[in-house]
C-alpha cells in the first residue's frame, strides 16, 4: 500500500482507523462482486442487507466522516476503483448506520459516446465527489434495489 495511505492511517484516532481500514478491504470487494454478478444483484442484496433501526444522533458527524474517507481513497488509497463501486460502498455503509441517503446515477453524451456517473447524496446533497455530479444528467428517481422499500 502507498505510504501516504499509512501515514494516514497513523494519523487518525482508532474509530477513524477502523473506518479507513474497513473501507479500504471492502472497496476491491466491491468491485469485485460487480464485475461477478452485475450491479443490480449486488446492489438488491446490499439493499436487502438488515440495517439499525434508529440513525446516530451524530449521524451528519458520521456523513462527513465516511464522505472525507471515500475522497480520500478516492484519491489514494491502494485500490481506488470507479465510481459505482465507491458509491455503492459509501451507500451500503450510511444504510448500515441507518443513516437513509440516495444512491444516483447520471448519463451524459460526449460525441458519440455515452458516458455514466454514479454518486451518494444525503439530503440531497452529493457526497462524492461533490462537483463532479454536475457533468451528469442524473435519473429523475434514485437507484432502488428491487422489492427494497425506504421509509
Known amino acids: 500500500m502507498p505510504m501516504t495511505f499509512w501515514r494516514k492511517y497513523r494519523s487518525l484516532r482508532p ?4 473506518i479507513l481500514l474497513r473501507m479500504a478491504l471492502a472497496l476491491p470487494l466491491a468491485a469485485l462482486a ?4 452485475g450491479f443490480r444483484r449486488v446492489h438488491a442484496a446490499l439493499g436487502r442487507w438488515p440495517r439499525p433501526g434508529k440513525p446516530p444522533e451524530d449521524a451528519l458527524r458520521w456523513v462527513n466522516n465516511l464522505r472525507h474517507v471515500n475522497l480520500y481513497l478516492a484519491r489514494h488509497g491502494p485500490y481506488r476503483g470507479k ?3 465507491q458509491s455503492l460502498l459509501l451507500w451500503w455503509i450510511l444504510r448500515r448506520q441507518g443513516i437513509e441517503s440516495d444512491f444516483r446515477i447520471g448519463v451524459r453524451t460526449e460525441g458519440r459516446q455515452l458516458l455514466a456517473h454514479a454518486w451518494v447524496e444525503y439530503q440531497g446533497h452529493p457526497l462524492n465527489p461533490p462537483e463532479k455530479h454536475r457533468l451528469y ?8 434495489p428491487r422489492g427494497v422499500q425506504f421509509s
Do not use: E, T
Open 15 to 18: 474509530p477513524g482507523r477502523r
Open 34 to 37: 460487480i464485475r461477478a454478478f
Open 83 to 85: 465510481c459505482l463501486s
Open 137 to 144: 444528467q442524473p435519473f429523475d428517481q434514485p437507484v432502488l
